[in-house]
């Protein structure tokens, strides 16, 4: 076989005739194999072609599908967005009027934000603190179908017990607002209730006329009082447990012997319904309310009217005695309070008008404070004492509102630190009233161990406090302008603006040392770390050191001509840091009074220091409205914070060091880094200027107080707020919410 000149088409051809026809047919194939070759060739190129094009647009469709996915997310998230403030929105436009919608808003804008950007994340979290510092709302229960009409706490503070409109009577756990049951007796509207001294027993009146005593402890009916022909208003248990007494829509009241239900009494005067009615607190006397616009105070004894108190416009529907019976408050249709003499029936005092009838009052166990429950959805404090005086200020100490909701009665807890509200919504509202002054809170401290704090206030004593609870744990005789406790806890310092200091055992078991020497106001008192002295600075220039233990006087020198603002020891207690009107900063001997050195001669006043934990950095601050930090090795600054639109007045540093708070005349108190200088938080604003600021020794909580006469206290980790708000709310918004307020309904995932 001949082979052509690529060795192959020759080889595949047989030798089949002439020369010259098997050259044309080798021609002709070789022709054609390179046509072949060339379609090869042209068909892998529109084959690559093809999967380009195929490949262009598969990379095109999950281009445009990302695209989509992306516009989408984007969409959502810009919706997330646009809820997120909607939510921030309507928790900050309710916080005054309605703070339950308002915790539920911010707590829902919190969840929404939690992977959010930074900036609508800081929206949520700044309205959270708000919602947590504004609103002394604690809990709201819910349970009822209709309005709540009466509220009790039980004798030892652990139970909390209401009467409603749906006939129903709910017993709750005070701590928690859980159930344990609820009593079904009345066949119409449960008008009112009272527990007995000993907290065993629950007296109940209705609509039905029935007066229902139920046993506690097993959730039953005790015994039942001979049934009344007509609606029965109120109930109360005597001080000894052993008389009830009844008032209805008869004039007529009725005393019951509680164990045999035998009627003891009644008692006629009133020409109209009575609304009300309570014993003295040493059961010697009975106060009723009527329709006939009359209080009527009752001697047991002889069943006599004492004294017939007129004064109001139109019917009483709400009374009570203070705790030691010395006043009678009582209120009504005429959106009247009133205070009365117990003793002798004589007015004592009227106060303002309020925008609708008055329901409800109640004086604390302490008796300073009056609360009244409105029909215009509020419940005011007042301070009792300056109610009381002739010439004392009257006005409310706190509103606690809830937009739209009358509030249909109210009671103190035992403890005196919460204030239960009941609404015509059907709603228990447990507030939080703890840590309330009557006048501006100038100064605040932790105990050590965090427990307990001692503040001092405008024309009141010193106070010691449990944090946790918010219990008065000792009043100080003593109207402080400044209060410090020592490292070891065991004292407690106050500093007064007659020019002496006093030395109180914390634990209330010794005597209080007394500290005199100062001719003014003393405006600054420290501790040294080792808790063995302590430092005194005041109006009159002087300085004086002295032992903790005896009181005794160590040094006493003359810092200059002006008034000194402040004083603390240095970290190793030998030497002290004053500064004062004049704006000079000097360090002085602790044992000797020598001038060490002048950190500054003269500037704008200052108005506080606070000295890091290791000694290293002090802090100064006052009228010109910035901080300073001063490297206390060099003595020079290091670094200036401002930020402030007013003075500042009070500085503390964290435990750790590394944060510092400032509290000042423009309502506000903020949080530094103390490394960088950047401004942390800006705390919510408070209804005055701020002078006092305190870290707890965690370092978690900090503690402000000013003008407002509250302590506020201010969580700073942003987890921790959200779960402070979380413990709060029950419930997120409802579908009828969410269309009234973010125009979407039902609510969005």
Not at 22 to 31: K, L, N, P, Y
Not at 279 to 305: K, M, Q, Y
Not at 579 to 605: F, M, P, V, Y
Not at 645 to 654: D, M, P
């Amino acid at each position: 076989m001949a082979s052509s000149p690529d060795g192959v088409i020759s080889e595949l051809l047989p030798d089949m005739g002439p020369a010259g026809g098997r050259e044309d047919r080798i021609v002709a194939a070789q022709a054609r194999a390179t046509e072949q070759s060339a379609l090869a060739r042209r068909m892998r190129r529109r084959a690559v072609g093809l999967g380009i094009l195929a490949l262009l647009t598969a990379i095109a469709a999950i281009a445009a599908l990302v695209a989509q996915q992306v516009a989408e997310l984007q969409r959502r998230q810009q919706a997330d967005v646009v809820l997120s403030l909607q939510l921030v929105a309507t928790a900050l436009r309710h916080v005054d009027t309605d703070p339950d919608l308002a915790a539920r808003a911010a707590f829902e804008a919190l969840r929404r934000t939690a992977d959010g950007a930074p900036f609508v994340r800081g929206q949520a979290e700044d309205a959270a603190r708000r919602i947590l510092d504004a609103s002394r709302l604690r809990l709201t229960l819910r349970g009822h179908t209709d309005r709540v009409n009466a509220i009790a706490f039980s004798p030892d503070g652990a139970l909390v017990a209401s009467a409603g409109q749906d006939g129903t009577l709910r017993i709750r756990d005070a701590a928690d607002g859980a159930t344990p049951f609820e009593l079904h007796g009345h066949e119409g509207e449960a008008r009112d209730l009272a527990f007995d001294p000993d907290g065993k027993t629950l007296a109940s009146v209705g609509d039905d006329g029935r007066i229902i005593l139920w046993d506690l402890a097993r959730g039953e009916r005790l015994r039942e009082l001979p049934r009344q022909p007509e609606p029965l208003n109120g109930v109360a248990f005597g001080p000894d447990g052993e008389i009830v007494a009844t008032v209805g829509r008869s004039p007529v009241v009725r005393l019951w012997d509680a164990d045999t239900g035998g009627l003891l009494a009644n008692l006629t005067g009133h020409k109209a319904p009575v609304h009300a009615v309570a014993f003295s607190p040493d059961g010697r006397h009975l106060a009723t309310a009527g329709g006939d616009a009359t209080l009527r105070i009752w001697d047991l004894l002889s069943g006599r009217v004492l004294h017939v108190l007129a004064g109001h416009a139109d019917a009483v529907l709400a009374l009570a005695f203070s705790p030691d019976g010395h006043w009678l408050a009582s209120a009504g249709e005429d959106r009247r309070a009133r205070l009365w003499d117990a003793g002798s029936g004589a007015p004592v005092r009227e106060l303002p008008e309020q925008p609708d009838a008055i329901r409800a009052v109640a004086f604390s166990p302490d008796g300073s404070l009056l609360a009244t429950g409105s029909y215009d959805g509020s419940a005011r404090l007042w301070d009792a004492a300056g109610c009381t005086l002739p010439a004392g200020e009257c006005q409310p100490l706190a509103t606690l509102a809830g937009e739209g909701n009358p509030v249909t009665d109210l009671a103190f807890d035992t403890a005196g630190t919460r204030l239960a509200t009941t609404g015509a919504d059907g709603s228990v509202k447990l507030w939080d009233i703890a840590f309330g002054h009557t006048g501006a809170i100038r100064s605040l401290a932790f105990s050590p161990d965090g427990g307990r704090l001692a503040t001092a206030a405008a024309g009141t004593d010193a106070t010691v406090w449990e944090v946790g609870g918010g219990e008065v744990r000792h009043r100080l005789a003593s109207t402080a302008s400044r209060v410090a406790w020592s490292p070891d806890g065991g004292r407690i310092a106050t500093a007064q603006g007659d020019g002496s200091a006093t030395l109180w055992d914390a634990a209330g078991e010794r005597p209080p040392l007394m500290l005199r020497g100062h001719s003014g106001r003393i405006n600054g008192i420290a501790f040294s770390s080792d808790g063995h002295h302590v430092v005194t600075a005041g109006r009159d220039g002087m300085v004086g050191v002295w032992d903790a233990a005896s009181g005794a006087r160590r040094l006493w020198l003359r810092a200059g001509a002006a008034p000194l603002n402040c004083v603390i020891f240095s970290r190793d207690g030998r030497s002290v840091l004053t500064a004062g009107a004049d704006g000079a900063l000097t360090e002085w001997g602790a044992a000797n009074g020598k001038r060490l050195r002048s950190l500054q001669e003269r500037g704008d006043e200052i108005l506080d220091l606070a000295l890091s934990p290791d000694g290293s950095l002090l802090a100064t601050a006052g009228t010109d409205r910035v901080v300073r930090l001063w490297g206390l090795t060099a003595g020079k600054p290091v670094r200036s914070l401002a930020g402030h639109a007013g003075a500042i007045g009070a500085l503390a540093f964290s435990p750790d060091g590394r944060l510092l708070a400032t509290a000042g005349r423009d309502r506000s108190a903020r949080v530094w880094e103390v490394a960088s200088g950047a401004e942390r938080v800006v705390l919510p604003p408070q209804d005055g200027p701020v002078h006092a600021v305190a870290f707890s020794p965690d370092g978690h909580l900090l503690a402000t107080g000013g003008d407002d006469r509250r302590v506020h206290f201010h969580l700073l980790d942003p987890g921790q707020v959200a779960t402070a708000l979380h413990e709060r709310v029950g419930d997120g918004l409802t579908d009828a919410e969410c269309a009234k307020y973010l125009n979407r309904s039902p609510c969005p995932p």
